[in-house]
């Protein structure tokens, strides 16, 4: 086509200059005079197809294709348990304390005997199933077995009054099974001491303090008591100590509450003197450290210890305890 376009370009060209030319279409060896009037009227063959020209350049880089479409989710991947991190780096040097005292002997001194003490608190928690064999004071309760007891240098600690916060004037049932709070103010009970001390060789300690705060101790070589069945009769001989003797007059005697009379008077000793909660009452009342806690002044009517304060001037605090073997 190009070719053709050519060679009709070069023939209207000759036609327009009135000159007769030579052409590719129209070639001079044929002796053919080409004029307008027999451009119309004849027209020669057409010639061969040239040659193929040379090809081109080649065409610019196209643009990118446009992003396709999202693809499918994946499966599940296995999960993989984390490293642990190294360690870090040394921090900064700290700053220097300012300087200790010096532990003097006395102070070293009382620090390992408090240590020892702890020690030996320990042991005995671990080993004691009484008082006799703790070396602890005061109420706790032994892990061998069980058992909880207040004690006092490896005395078992029976009765304890010292503030008031329990009422004593209680009947024979309580007496019986005890009452009060083993941490504070309380009475053993009668079963418990006839079971802790029957069949063996036991001592009485009574402590007591004044409310002038003068102190006494009433300590018996023997003491045991009968069982329910005696009415918890008292045996108890050997008196030494600081307060007197105010205890031995009981000997022999049966306990009484206000409401089991067992005492040798026409009435009930228990009850004769207002609240004077159990004890092991006579005839005569020379002590009775269970009656109403208080400071009255009146005739037997708090806790006495007749050969210590006499009748009129009570006891503010006693503590009864037995220890046998
Ligand atoms: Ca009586």
Redesign the pocket.
């Known amino acids: 086509m190009l070719l053709q376009l050519t060679a009709i370009f070069l023939y209207y060209t000759s036609l327009v200059s009135g000159q007769q030319q030579c052409s590719y279409v129209a070639t001079c060896g044929d002796n053919v005079t080409v004029t307008p009037g027999n451009l119309i009227s004849g027209r020669g063959e057409k010639g061969d197809t040239g040659l193929p020209g040379k090809m081109g350049p080649r065409g610019f880089t196209g643009n990118n294709g446009s992003i396709g479409p999202t693809g499918p989710k994946g499966d599940p991947g296995m999960g993989r348990r984390a490293v642990a991190g190294s360690q870090g780096p040394v921090g900064s040097k700290g700053y220097k304390g300012k300087k200790g005292e010096a532990l003097n002997s006395e102070d070293f001194n009382r620090d390992l005997n408090e240590i020892r003490e702890r020690l030996r608190e320990m042991n005995s928690r671990l080993t004691a199933t009484s008082c006799s064999t703790s070396s602890v004071d005061g109420y706790q309760r032994f892990i061998s077995n069980n058992k909880e007891a207040v004690c006092d240098h490896g005395w078992t600690v029976f009765q304890r009054r010292f503030d008031g916060s329990v009422y004593f004037n209680r009947g024979w049932r309580e007496y019986k099974d005890g009452f009060g709070n083993m941490e504070g103010e309380f009475w053993l009970g009668l079963d418990k001491i006839y079971e802790l001390t029957s069949g063996q060789n036991c001592k009485l300690k009574i402590k007591m303090k004044g409310f002038d705060y003068a102190t006494a101790y009433a300590h018996y070589r023997s003491f045991a008591i009968d069982d329910e069945s005696r009415n918890y009769r008292l045996h108890v001989s050997g008196f030494s100590g600081t307060a007197g003797d105010s205890l031995t007059y009981s000997n022999g005697i049966r306990f ?1 509450t206000k409401d089991r ?9 228990a009850l004769y003197y207002g609240a004077d909660g159990g004890w092991w ?1 006579k005839y005569y009342i020379y002590s009775k450290l269970n009656a109403a806690w208080g400071r009255s002044r009146s005739y037997r009517n708090n806790m006495i210890w007749k050969h210590w304060k006499g009748d009129y001037e009570a006891i503010k605090e006693s503590t009864m305890m037995f220890k046998c073997e």
């Open positions: 009484t009379d067992n005492d040798e008077y026409s009435g009930n000793l009452y």
